[in-house]
């Protein structure tokens, strides 16, 4: 994969709809503008990429949770009109 290709793909995920990895695809290939211009070093790239899919982790296991939080709430709300059934 060449840098042109991850550009490709960043800008598509920054225009996906879903507001936690557009702004971390946008801020992604911000940086890596940033690196290739010389404002920091790769490794200081790497570093806070290397955050910032730490934190995509962390929103990903937040929305599982959400979406296991409402499972689990209409599965009790079907056992309850099951009784009622």
């Known amino acids: ?26 801020y992604a290939a911000q940086l890596a503008q940033q690196a290739q211009s010389g404002q920091m070093s790769p490794d200081e790239m790497a570093e806070i990429l290397r955050d910032v899919q730490r ?7 937040m ?7 409402k499972l689990n709430t209409l599965i009790n709300g079907l056992i309850k009109l099951a009784g009622a059934l």
């Open 1 to 26: 994969m060449n840098l042109d290709e991850i550009y490709q793909g960043l800008a598509d995920i920054a225009n996906s709809g879903d507001p936690a990895f557009a702004q971390a695809a946008t």
């Open 55 to 61: 934190q995509m982790n962390i929103v990903d296991q």
């Open 63 to 69: 929305n599982q949770m959400a979406l296991a939080e």
